[in-house]
């Protein structure tokens, strides 16, 4: 059961590193490996979602998510997107972008260093109000409650989460213009670049959300009118009709697919700006991204097949706390070099942490019973 429902993500895999090796060496291979662990563990949370979506719906739905599904998260968001948001930001075609990194990659450097601060801007902002967000929510099961509890009472104080990332964000921004003004420099004026590349990230964060919310509403919304109908009908067509896939393969599936679509381009989103922060290198975010998307696919499969989607409760808690560090470290790059490595293993560590911690609660609440 497990290897035939990850026998493409094991292929992908062994045929990404390979391909990272190929394309710059051993350290190349670490870089892919590090960036598809960080996919995994940003998505983790997303792949639980899905998998408690997706098994409300019928065969073909479940089908089309996972096929024209997987189109869209690895080729879309894991591949063209990073290309986009490079050209983007160095004012070049798509197609220049990837002949450059692939043909002067020095200068393609070059380029990618001049526009990492609107990236990192950009990026640490959504990151940042996706684990202000998590955080801020009152929540029944709590990681490390010494922490959360006062957090969540924090949280009823409105917006309070865009007011921090807001104050966040004009600090990077003041420091980064005072750092160049006082090295003379030429790119004074970067602090207005930051500072609209980081309203940019929220503006976008914020439209995501409403987009999710939309959806989710509508799908609430289809759901109570065919609970209303049923409830019209007799005992026995009631019976029939709740136990019927075929109520959500209509309006609620498309629905619900589109609600797949927007949350999987969110948690794709982070994982980009994510692997900014480990390489600049597209050829090797593709790799990794690609690999990482493979098993976020495959794991929503195994989950919904499995039917087991709480047995390690505190892995979602890990995977957001990881976003949190991640986006505190894109900010601060705006103006000091951090480790690649260091800023890959951090999520790593968080989410290695936040696994053992829900192996250890399961083992308590086995020995307790």
């Given at each position: 059961m497990l290897l035939k429902t990850f026998r493409w993500a094991f292929a992908v895999t062994?045929?990404?590193?390979?391909?990272?090796?190929?394309?710059?060496?051993?350290?190349?291979l670490g870089i892919v490996a590090i960036l598809s662990v960080l996919e995994v563990s940003l998505s983790f949370d997303n792949a639980v979602i899905n998998a408690g979506i997706l098994k409300k719906m019928n065969a073909f739905w479940q089908k089309i998510f996972l096929t024209v599904g997987i189109v869209i998260a690895v080729f879309g968001m894991r591949l063209v997107f990073p290309v986009v948001i490079v050209a983007i930001s160095a004012r070049l075609s798509p197609w220049s972008a990837v002949h450059l990194a692939l043909t002067d990659k020095d200068r393609y450097q070059e380029l990618v260093t001049d526009a990492h601060p609107s990236i990192a801007a950009f990026g640490g902002m959504f990151l940042m109000m996706i684990f202000l967000d998590f955080v801020f929510e009152d929540r029944e099961i709590k990681w490390l409650g010494w922490l959360e509890r006062p957090l969540a009472k924090l949280g009823r104080v409105d917006m309070l989460s865009v007011c921090?990332?807001?104050?966040?964000?004009?600090?990077?921004?003041?420091?980064?213009?005072?750092?160049?003004?006082?090295?003379?420099?030429?790119?004074?004026?970067?602090?207005?670049?930051?500072?609209?590349?980081?309203?940019?990230?929220?503006?976008?964060?914020?439209?995501?959300?409403?987009?999710?919310?939309?959806?989710?509403?509508?799908?609430?919304?289809?759901?109570?009118?065919?609970?209303?109908?049923?409830?019209?009908?007799?005992?026995?067509?009631?019976?029939?009709?709740?136990?019927?896939?075929?109520?959500?393969?209509?309006?609620?599936?498309?629905?619900?697919?589109?609600?797949?679509?927007?949350?999987?381009?969110?948690?794709?989103?982070?994982?980009?700006?994510?692997?900014?922060?480990?390489t600049n290198d597209i050829v090797l975010m593709a790799l990794g991204l690609g690999i990482g998307a493979m098993y976020v696919r495959s794991l929503t499969v195994y989950l919904v097949r499995q039917g087991t989607l709480d047995d390690y409760v505190y892995l979602e808690h890990g995977a957001h706390y990881a976003i949190g560090a991640l986006s505190l470290i894109l900010l601060v790059t705006i103006q000091y070099e951090i480790n690649e490595i260091i800023t890959g293993l951090v999520g790593v560590v968080l989410i290695g942490a936040s696994f053992w911690s829900s192996v250890r609660r399961n083992r308590a609440l086995r020995a307790a019973s």
């Open positions: 062994a045929l990404g590193l390979a391909a990272g090796v190929l394309y710059d060496g051993w350290t190349a921090i990332a807001l104050v966040m964000l004009l600090v990077s921004a003041t420091t980064f213009g005072a750092h160049a003004h006082q090295h003379g420099g030429t790119h004074a004026d970067k602090a207005e670049t930051v500072l609209l590349a980081g309203v940019g990230g929220l503006i976008t964060y914020m439209v995501v959300g409403g987009l999710s919310g939309f959806f989710e509403q509508r799908l609430e919304n289809e759901e109570e009118r065919e609970r209303e109908r049923e409830a019209e009908q007799d005992a026995e067509q009631a019976g029939r009709s709740s136990g019927s896939p075929v109520k959500l393969a209509g309006k609620a599936a498309f629905f619900m697919f589109l609600y797949l679509e927007v949350l999987d381009a969110s948690f794709s989103f982070d994982g980009v700006i994510g692997a900014f922060a480990i």
